[in-house]
């Protein structure tokens, strides 16, 4: 091997390794759990401790409950994305609980999820949709608790919102 193509080859494994470590996560992780946070099931202690305090804390007033957004963007947000918004606040029959991690939208970094990558991560969607508006595609895997808006092109990510699972056949 020359040392002039040596930094080409190199470059083609560490890109190699970045897809299939991509891949591999969205393979183990499930749509339902994302960087070791779980709708529904993870507290705020949890995200705390996982990713420290965010970049930015806000309270919101919903259906009359102030639940708190915390923003993870810039050098906070995880590798690959460039915001994490995480909404706390979750309702379980006539309980509810602040504290529980009710949501995770993370708003990645052009390129990072591919259709491809997706697919071959989650499966076929359970529904697949167009936003009349834009024209952007989008993926809904109910079962899982996991929505992706495409890009208009339907090529990459923009947006993928993790939710609590919910049945099957539900509305």
Known sequence: MSRSTWPRQVRWVIGLALVGTVLGAAGDL?????????????????????YGRPSRERPLVEEGRTVLEWTYSG?????????????????SGAAFNPDVLRSIVLYPKPHVFSMLSISH??????AVGTEEATGRPSFHYRTKGL???????GSWAEMLLFAPKQPAGGA
């Open 30 to 50: 499930g749509a339902e759990s994302w960087g070791g946070l779980t709708p529904g099931e993870t507290l705020r202690g949890g995200v705390e401790s996982l």
């Open 121 to 126: 991560g989650w499966g076929p969607p359970d």
């Open 75 to 91: 050098e906070r947000a995880p590798r690959g994305v460039e915001r994490m918004v995480i909404n706390f606040g979750l309702a």
């Open 147 to 153: 929505l992706i808006i495409f890009d208009k092109t």
